[in-house]
């Protein structure tokens, strides 16, 4: 089982998007069988085999074993993945091109590289996983608080400073090597969602605020 597979294919991408399904692959983290799941989901037997062999027909799930009871095979399944991420190949026609908003400031080039990533690291980690070899990738995430706009510019522009300098020092430019793609963003954190204090309260006690 891959810890995370990108999904390419549109229809493999609607069957994902199906809200019993979802449930489904989330609970095919362990293998099970379909009785094991219409226990678990609330839906008859034959609803949910329904489900699995769609998902199965996509890849999604796949067989564990087969197990013999009576007159019966009971097949266990299991996802073959733990988590999903839908690559922008399964909306190939509108998915967004990073060479249309090459634009550095721009929020839209963002989401385009980003999109474009998954899509990258989707075909590598399936390479990868098919020779049985490890991927190098190496990320880092953090989070930074600006006193200004100011200063979040200069920072910027430090940062890309720094980057290009390493950039031309490790940069191989003749025959051989592994070329390698390099993405650096920033971008504003979410703000925390705060709860509505007036959806918590009784009925009887908001009439009476």
Same mark, same amino acid.
């Given at each position: 089982?891959? *810890?995370?597979?990108?999904?390419?294919?549109p229809? $493999?991408?609607?069957?994902?998007? *199906?809200?019993?399904?979802?449930r489904?692959?989330?609970?095919?983290?362990?293998?099970?069988? $379909?009785?094991?799941?219409?226990?678990?989901?609330? %839906?008859?037997?034959?609803?949910?085999?329904y489900?699995?062999?769609?998902?199965?027909?996509?890849?999604?799930?796949?067989l564990?074993?087969?197990?013999? #009871?009576g007159?019966?095979?009971?097949?266990?399944?299991? !996802?073959?993945?733990?988590?999903?991420?839908?690559s922008?190949v399964?909306?190939?026609?509108?998915?967004?091109?990073?060479?249309?908003?090459?634009?550095?400031?721009? !929020?839209?080039?963002?989401?385009?590289?980003?999109?474009?990533?998954?899509?990258e690291?989707?075909?590598?980690?399936?390479? +990868?996983a098919?020779?049985?070899?490890?991927? +190098?990738?190496?990320?880092?995430?953090?989070?930074?608080?600006?006193?200004? +706009?100011?200063d979040?510019?200069?920072?910027?522009?430090?940062?890309?400073? $720094?980057?290009?300098? %390493?950039?031309?020092?490790?940069?191989?430019?003749? $025959?051989?090597?592994?070329?390698?793609?390099?993405?650096?963003?920033?971008?504003p !954190? %979410?703000?925390?969602?705060?709860? *509505?204090?007036?959806k918590? #309260?009784? +009925?009887?006690?908001?009439?009476?605020?």
């Amino acid at each position: 089982m891959l *810890d995370i597979e990108v999904i390419e294919d549109p229809a $493999a991408a609607e069957a994902s998007l *199906d809200p019993i399904r979802t449930r489904i692959l989330q609970e095919l983290a362990e293998p099970g069988s $379909a009785t094991q799941l219409a226990a678990k989901v609330g %839906l008859p037997r034959q609803k949910v085999n329904y489900h699995l062999k769609a998902l199965e027909r996509h890849g999604l799930v796949e067989l564990v074993e087969e197990r013999r #009871k009576g007159n019966v095979t009971e097949r266990v399944l299991r !996802a073959t993945a733990a988590s999903y991420l839908i690559s922008p190949v399964a909306l190939q026609s509108v998915a967004p091109d990073p060479h249309r908003f090459a634009d550095r400031f721009s !929020a839209f080039w963002l989401l385009a590289l980003a999109g474009r990533m998954v899509q990258e690291m989707g075909k590598l980690i399936a390479g +990868a996983a098919a020779a049985r070899q490890k991927l +190098a990738t190496f990320a880092i995430d953090g989070e930074i608080t600006f006193r200004t +706009a100011a200063d979040r510019a200069a920072f910027a522009e430090d940062l890309g400073v $720094a980057v290009a300098r %390493l950039v031309d020092q490790y940069h191989h430019g003749g $025959a051989g090597g592994r070329k390698h793609r390099l993405v650096v963003a920033l971008h504003p !954190a %979410l703000k925390p969602e705060v709860q *509505d204090s007036t959806k918590t #309260k009784p +009925a009887k006690e908001r009439d009476n605020d």
